[in-house]
């Protein structure tokens, strides 16, 4: 019977070279990555676009991990157990270096290079960058760190064999089966990647960290006790976090100090770290959230002591970097997913993407997506080793990150939602990949700073490293004379700017009032110049007229003599 045909319905996206189709993504890697990179993406592009890669995403992320407390004689294990497609997805992006790539081999671009690299796996399964993020951030801190086994620990960072549970620091290579073939080199030294996770929020304090209530004494041997609870502890099965605690108990002002602790001791034993519960939250499902309570838990100092905040800060501003990046390959995927449908699917006689209103929201989409791209890049460039002796670098990468974390990571939502809804009823499904994408990408808004967090932020750089902002008007600044919609917004807010730090100079309340529209203009500004600098004309064009000239709240709601041709076929 006709009633059983499957008629006007788009076909499976799947195929398709995640990398090499995304436009703005090759542009941004030829301009600031390096040499080598293409071809490498190319091959990881049509790896997480393949119909087996994204059977295994859909797999990891409807099977929720699940809590093992203790094992069936009753002894305390703490470990989580997950679907098998999500050591799959993971350990193909540890193969292909998503993690520490930039560390490895640092040269200018390779912070580039390993972005778009993270970008394509968390484009098609966000939930397992979580634990490769906090893995290349926290890599910033070990480098330096003056720890027990810190080269081994630092080799095992750097390592590409992915093994689904934890080591030792002398663990045995795997003898024989699946994963000892994907190794290689039997005669090779051989480590198991060790992943690395962040322990910082408690429950009577959440992003304010000096209220919490974690203690920490030192034992004998140089190493500390830890004895609190931490409210939110993602990746629980990584081999070791860095964890904020007070040092000093017995002192009217404890320190606030930064640890390493592992989950695996040297000696091989299990160090104490009791998984309470996994949080039942909003976003993906694949990995894993929990509260851990550690109790007597050792950990070595990281840092000095009571300087934890700032031990801990060049995790955090990596980990913000790759909310960008991630929300970034969010927006990718959405309006790839809505352009594909809309492309295959007819109503009232014509395509959809034939119609005008709708050729206006795939384009709207896609100025977005290229924007957050540009601007993620462009961060990542200026976090490649070779910065770290330029200082005007630095200071436009410690207000830029901050900037774009706020504005990228807060359009994530309104973006997969106006992308799920191209797809109408279908989009509204567990069993298409838009909506797991829309639950998704508000955490990248909440991770490592929420909104009002961000942008206070940002008021106390202006208040305090005035250097910042001299540099991130400095690199705006170069698109100054193309576009005079454009110069008159970096007039506008180079005025708001001096404008606040008088405020703030005075004592006054008011500039808070104003911080969210200061953030949000900056973050703008940034998207316009890297738009007008690297994008195509017609593209940057488009993308000053909509987010300047005429900004509006929803998404296809676009001025006129915009080339919409232009930007769909990028899209």
Known sequence: ?????????????????EFESNAALVDAVKIWGTDAASALLTEAGALVGSADFQRDAELAGTHEPVLHTHDRHGNRIDEVEYHPAYHRVIGDAIARGAHTSAWAEPKPGASVDRAAMFSLFAQVEPGHACPISMTHAGAAILKAADLPGRDEWWARAMSRDYVPSLHSPSASRPASGDLAGRLGDEGAEWRPTALFGMAMTEKQGGSDVRANTTRATPN????FSITGHKWFCSAPMSDAFFVLAKTGADSP???LSCFFVPRTLPDGTRNTFLIQRLKDKLGNRSNASS???????????????GRGVRAILPMVSRTRLDCVIGTAAGMRQSVAEAAWHVRHRSAFGRTLIDQPAM????ADLQLEAEAATFTAMRLARAHDEDAEGDAGELAFRRLATAVAKYLVCKRGPAHAYEALECLGGNGYTEAFPLARRYREQPVMAIWEGSGNVIALDVLRALAREPESFHAFFTEVGIARGDFQLFDEELDAV??????????LQEGSGAAELRAREFTERLGVLLEASLMLRYAPIPVAGAFVAARIGHPSALFGSLPTG???AAMVARA
């Open 1 to 17: 019977m006709i009633t059983h045909e499957v008629l006007n319905q788009a076909p499976d996206r799947v195929d398709v070279n």
């Open 359 to 362: 050729t206006a929201v795939i």
């Open 253 to 255: 002002e404890p320190k």
């Open 562 to 564: 915009i080339d919409l």
């Open 291 to 305: 509260e851990v309570e550690f109790d007597g838990t050792i950990g070595w100092l990281v840092g000095e002591e």
């Open 220 to 223: 004998a041997d140089g190493s």
């Open 494 to 503: 180079q005025d708001l700017a001096r404008r606040l730090r008088g405020m």
